[in-house]
């Protein structure tokens, strides 16, 4: 089966602010990045997906453009980004960037000269309504802040915004809107990027009449409700978020838009990709007329992984992407949901991260790594609210004391344990002060992790064939030289366990089965029975090749011992090859 590159690709997602410092401010930049690339070839990552490195006030840490077609001066020029690019490409790491097209910053000029006056030539780009009854529009909630409707004194009307006010949503029914955002894909396409990961993407439209919610829940409700002295059920409190956003998202409109996105990309030759950073299947049309790939939330919500919930995850989601033709995408994590890791009991962290790791990086499915991730990074509490930099922490914050009536403890013990800002801290280059990010008399723009020190650094990790690090770049490589890791079909086997995940990657040259014993006890696998079910080895005789093991498995002729949280990767010789 031939691939797109980026069905093969293993992605690497790059926080531009945390990465690598490289004019030594205490702030990421493309320097830093650029420096850092030969770090990224050993590991083997394929594809970078970048987070928004655009110029932009950072109240939403860049998710908040001023200028669609420039870079943050903190972290660099245009010429730097450019001199990143090349470098990247000379190294065959293709470069996919983030595209924020929902709302800009309230200091974008589009929206500086919309709010000038109600006559300006761009007052429709932006969502402009009348207040009623002397309020907003109608009871919405913004997803950060309070109500989604913002009053400006100047012009006497409300905007509309879905995420902080200070990120006005666009109205993209307008085509001039839709013509400028163009250009700008077209400007970062022409430059040679090689996609977009396309933030927020279900929020594009709302409701044009404007109906309110009739969930009986706003945002601060909403928020409260998972912390009431009786908590909803998790599916409860999902329902119940989906009601009150119910005409805030997925609006008609959405597939015309992506469709002609995917035109606009297709303008240009070689492949480019559109991933959306959502996990419906509708977002990829008829399989070829809109997005390459969304994301398997519903599997990154299953972590801590249990092999019944991962095998359930694969057959409703293999079999919904078969219907389209569309290929899978899993992750573990990213700038929003923070390092993974911290899911775990410390006692078990590590052999956790392996499991998740080998899970992510050999089931069917383009994965995406989380920077930090490969170190075991994990999240860092800060102590102290002038360290927080996520607004939207300080919503929490508020709510807490208005609302819930807590302690200005208790509220900063929320905000805190909340903030996203916990899994965004920079990343631990070496054992030296600052982890190495920044000189050590530099405040760096978040607090370090401590733990730096306990190995958790790449530099440690290099040298340490058992480290995270070098796990990590084993598993790229076997990806690589069995290649049906990325092209095979999967089939899960032994599929009553509760312990073992066990599963098939074949392609027409090669079977790999592998292995994961998510149990703290050791356990016996039978192999041999659990491959017959799928084909298994013709000659009855034959053993397969151990191609990986994380503790030196006993391989019997037809089981396996496995060590508690072990990884076994078997190469079965099916006399076809
Ligand atoms: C999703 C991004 O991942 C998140 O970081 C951001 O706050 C919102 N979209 C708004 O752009
Ligand atoms: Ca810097």
């Given at each position: 089966m031939t691939l797109k590159w980026w069905q093969k690709a293993v992605f690497y997602q790059i926080y531009p602010r945390s990465?690598?410092?490289?004019?030594?401010?205490?702030i990421g930049d493309f320097p830093g990045i650029t420096s850092k690339l030969d770090y990224l070839q050993e590991l083997g990552v394929d594809a970078i997906w970048l987070s928004p490195h655009f110029?932009?006030?950072?109240?939403?840490c860049g998710y908040d453009?001023?200028?669609?077609?420039?870079?943050?001066p903190e972290y660099g020029t245009l010429q730097d980004f450019e001199v990143f690019l090349q470098a990247a490409h000379a190294r065959s790491i293709r470069v996919i960037l983030d595209l924020v097209l929902n709302h800009t910053s309230h200091l974008h000029p589009w929206f500086l000269e919309s709010r000038a006056?109600?006559?300006?030539?761009?007052?429709?780009?932006y969502i402009w309504r009348d207040g009623k009854n002397g309020g907003p529009p109608n009871n919405w909630s913004s997803l950060f802040d309070g109500s989604a409707w913002e009053f400006d004194a100047q012009t006497g009307q409300y905007y509309y915004h879905h995420?902080?006010?200070e990120q006005p949503d666009l109205n993209w029914r307008n085509p001039e809107v839709k013509a400028a955002m163009w250009e700008a894909v077209r400007f970062w396409l022409r430059l040679g990027v090689d996609g977009f990961r396309l933030?927020?993407?279900?929020?594009t439209f709302e409701r044009q009449d404007l109906p309110d919610s009739?969930?009986?829940?706003d945002l601060a409700q909403l928020r409260a409700l998972d912390r009431a002295e009786k908590p909803l059920s998790r599916a409860k409190i999902r329902k119940l978020w989906a009601k009150t956003f119910e005409h805030q998202?997925?609006?008609?409109?959405l597939h015309e838009l992506m469709k002609e996105l995917r035109l606009v990309m297709d303008?240009?030759?070689?492949?480019r990709m559109l991933v959306g950073e959502?996990?419906?299947?509708?977002?990829?049309g008829n399989g070829n007329?809109?997005?390459?790939l969304v994301f398997n939330f519903p599997l990154m919500r299953k972590?801590?992984?249990?092999p019944a919930a991962v095998r359930r995850n694969q057959a409703e989601r293999l079999s919904d992407l078969a219907k389209v033709n569309a290929w899978p995408c899993n992750t573990l994590g990213n700038h929003d949901t923070g390092?993974?890791?911290?899911?775990?009991r410390p006692e078990e962290a590590q052999a956790q991260a392996r499991l998740h790791t080998a899970a992510l990086l050999t089931l069917r499915g383009t994965p995406f790594l989380y920077n930090g991730d490969e170190i075991g990074m994990d999240h860092l509490i800060l102590?102290?609210?002038?360290?927080?930099?996520?607004?939207t922490a300080n919503w929490l914050y508020t709510t807490d004391c208005?609302?819930?009536?807590?302690?200005h403890e208790a509220a900063l013990a929320h905000a805190v344990s909340a903030t996203r800002d916990k899994g965004r801290t920079p990343m631990h280059?070496?054992?030296?002060?600052?982890g190495g990010f920044c000189p050590a008399d530099i405040r760096p723009w978040l607090p370090v992790n401590?733990?730096?020190?306990?190995?958790?650094?790449?530099a440690d990790q290099a040298n340490d064939p058992k480290s995270l690090l070098n796990f990590h770049r084993r598993l790229i490589q076997l990806r690589r030289a069995y290649p049906c890791l990325a092209d095979g079909e999967q089939a899960m086997l032994h599929?009553?366990?509760?312990h073992i995940l066990a599963f098939l990657r074949w392609n027409a040259g090669q079977r790999v089965l592998v292995t994961l014993n998510f149990s703290p006890q050791p356990r016996r696998f039978h192999w041999r029975a659990a491959a017959a079910a799928q084909?298994?080895?013709?000659?009855?005789d034959a053993l397969p090749e151990l191609i990986f093991s994380l503790s030196d498995t006993g391989l019997k002729q037809n089981t396996l011992l496995l060590a508690p949280y072990d990884i076994v990767l078997l190469m079965l010789t099916d006399g076809k090859k």
């Amino acid at each position: 089966m031939t691939l797109k590159w980026w069905q093969k690709a293993v992605f690497y997602q790059i926080y531009p602010r945390s990465f690598a410092d490289g004019n030594g401010d205490g702030i990421g930049d493309f320097p830093g990045i650029t420096s850092k690339l030969d770090y990224l070839q050993e590991l083997g990552v394929d594809a970078i997906w970048l987070s928004p490195h655009f110029p932009s006030p950072q109240y939403d840490c860049g998710y908040d453009v001023t200028d669609y077609c420039g870079v943050a001066p903190e972290y660099g020029t245009l010429q730097d980004f450019e001199v990143f690019l090349q470098a990247a490409h000379a190294r065959s790491i293709r470069v996919i960037l983030d595209l924020v097209l929902n709302h800009t910053s309230h200091l974008h000029p589009w929206f500086l000269e919309s709010r000038a006056s109600r006559h300006n030539s761009k007052r429709d780009w932006y969502i402009w309504r009348d207040g009623k009854n002397g309020g907003p529009p109608n009871n919405w909630s913004s997803l950060f802040d309070g109500s989604a409707w913002e009053f400006d004194a100047q012009t006497g009307q409300y905007y509309y915004h879905h995420f902080l006010k200070e990120q006005p949503d666009l109205n993209w029914r307008n085509p001039e809107v839709k013509a400028a955002m163009w250009e700008a894909v077209r400007f970062w396409l022409r430059l040679g990027v090689d996609g977009f990961r396309l933030d927020a993407i279900a929020s594009t439209f709302e409701r044009q009449d404007l109906p309110d919610s009739t969930s009986g829940y706003d945002l601060a409700q909403l928020r409260a409700l998972d912390r009431a002295e009786k908590p909803l059920s998790r599916a409860k409190i999902r329902k119940l978020w989906a009601k009150t956003f119910e005409h805030q998202f997925s609006q008609p409109g959405l597939h015309e838009l992506m469709k002609e996105l995917r035109l606009v990309m297709d303008e240009f030759p070689g492949d480019r990709m559109l991933v959306g950073e959502d996990e419906k299947i509708a977002f990829h049309g008829n399989g070829n007329d809109e997005l390459d790939l969304v994301f398997n939330f519903p599997l990154m919500r299953k972590i801590p992984f249990r092999p019944a919930a991962v095998r359930r995850n694969q057959a409703e989601r293999l079999s919904d992407l078969a219907k389209v033709n569309a290929w899978p995408c899993n992750t573990l994590g990213n700038h929003d949901t923070g390092h993974y890791i911290s899911h775990f009991r410390p006692e078990e962290a590590q052999a956790q991260a392996r499991l998740h790791t080998a899970a992510l990086l050999t089931l069917r499915g383009t994965p995406f790594l989380y920077n930090g991730d490969e170190i075991g990074m994990d999240h860092l509490i800060l102590e102290r609210i002038e360290d927080i930099r996520d607004v939207t922490a300080n919503w929490l914050y508020t709510t807490d004391c208005s609302l819930l009536q807590l302690s200005h403890e208790a509220a900063l013990a929320h905000a805190v344990s909340a903030t996203r800002d916990k899994g965004r801290t920079p990343m631990h280059w070496h054992n030296a002060p600052q982890g190495g990010f920044c000189p050590a008399d530099i405040r760096p723009w978040l607090p370090v992790n401590p733990n730096y020190s306990q190995g958790v650094n790449t530099a440690d990790q290099a040298n340490d064939p058992k480290s995270l690090l070098n796990f990590h770049r084993r598993l790229i490589q076997l990806r690589r030289a069995y290649p049906c890791l990325a092209d095979g079909e999967q089939a899960m086997l032994h599929e009553h366990s509760r312990h073992i995940l066990a599963f098939l990657r074949w392609n027409a040259g090669q079977r790999v089965l592998v292995t994961l014993n998510f149990s703290p006890q050791p356990r016996r696998f039978h192999w041999r029975a659990a491959a017959a079910a799928q084909g298994g080895l013709q000659d009855a005789d034959a053993l397969p090749e151990l191609i990986f093991s994380l503790s030196d498995t006993g391989l019997k002729q037809n089981t396996l011992l496995l060590a508690p949280y072990d990884i076994v990767l078997l190469m079965l010789t099916d006399g076809k090859k």
